[in-house]
């Protein structure tokens, strides 16, 4: 591999430099990277993009050894590698996205989605009816989670199964809870189409918190009906998404 994205290489070089316990030049970098596949670079290439990161503040000289000269990562440099790394994410986020949608995966995720937009509005209206003070709390602390989860600009993905479940347990009927975990734990995408959902300029659905007020309102209409649109939002979404990707130049 000889070409490489610059942010690619500023992160792969920053993480380097975050991961030693003492500064380091361009040889200790081009050695650690000499047998790796993501970044194969000369000592002198290394040096220059060193000199770059330096210059930017991500990166800072020191002394060891009481001769050798070495660099050190900044605070600047912390928050940038931090910035990248989420980046990278994102991007790769997006395509394990479009091969979910390109393979057999892709009908298994609206399978999903259309059996979910069946079972679990009538799962919301029960729990409106049924759920007890203990599962009022445990789906505002789902929900709560949620909230400070996302204004920390981080994934909420891992509490979206939970809020679902939680729901169905607060319908009061067992046969139902198992049906919704079965629908989750089978294969949860839940990762897939919160990209999906923030990679997408269609709006992005908030539909939680209204869902909880209703059932902790015990509102059985209201909650049958927001989670039916919920998940609506969520298949038209997918489908706006797939649809923009398609008719984007390659």
């Known amino acids: 591999?000889?070409?490489y994205y610059a942010e690619d290489v500023e992160y792969l070089l920053l993480k380097a430099v975050s991961e030693c316990r003492e500064p380091v030049g361009a040889g200790f970098l081009?050695?650690?990277f000499a047998n790796r596949k993501d970044l194969a670079l000369s000592e002198a290439t290394i040096g220059r993009h060193l000199r770059r990161l330096e210059q930017k503040g991500y990166l800072c000289c020191e002394r060891y050894n009481g001769r050798s000269r070495g660099r050190v990562m900044t605070k600047k440099g912390s928050?940038?590698?931090?910035?990248?790394a989420a980046g990278q994410k994102q991007v790769k986020a997006v395509a394990d996205v479009m091969?979910?949608?390109?393979?057999?995966?892709g009908r298994q995720l609206r399978n999903v989605l259309?059996?979910?937009?069946?079972?679990?509005?009538?799962?919301?209206?029960?729990?409106?009816?049924n759920a007890t003070e203990e599962n009022i709390r445990a789906i505002h602390e789902v929900v709560?989670?949620?909230?400070?989860?996302?204004d920390e600009?981080?994934?909420?993905?891992a509490t979206d199964g939970p809020f679902h479940v939680e729901i169905a347990r607060a319908s009061g009927n067992s046969v139902l809870e198992m049906v919704v975990r079965m629908v989750r734990t089978d294969r949860d995408f839940s990762p897939e189409i919160e990209c999906i959902i923030n990679a997408s300029s269609v709006e992005k659905p908030s539909d939680h918190w209204n869902i909880y007020k209703a059932i902790a309102e015990h509102d059985e209409e209201?909650?049958?009906r927001l989670m039916k649109q919920h998940i609506r939002n969520i298949i038209d979404t997918i489908d706006a998404y797939e649809e923009s990707q398609a008719d984007s130049p390659d």
Request: aromatic share 0%.
């Open 1 to 3: 591999m000889g070409n």
């Open 30 to 32: 081009a050695e650690t």
């Open 79 to 84: 928050d940038r590698m931090k910035e990248l």
């Open 99 to 105: 091969e979910v949608l390109r393979d057999g995966s």
């Open 114 to 129: 259309v059996t979910r937009e069946i079972i679990e509005p009538e799962a919301a209206a029960l729990a409106a009816r």
């Open 144 to 150: 709560a989670r949620m909230v400070r989860l996302t």
């Open 153 to 157: 600009g981080r994934s909420m993905a």
């Open 222 to 224: 209201k909650a049958r």
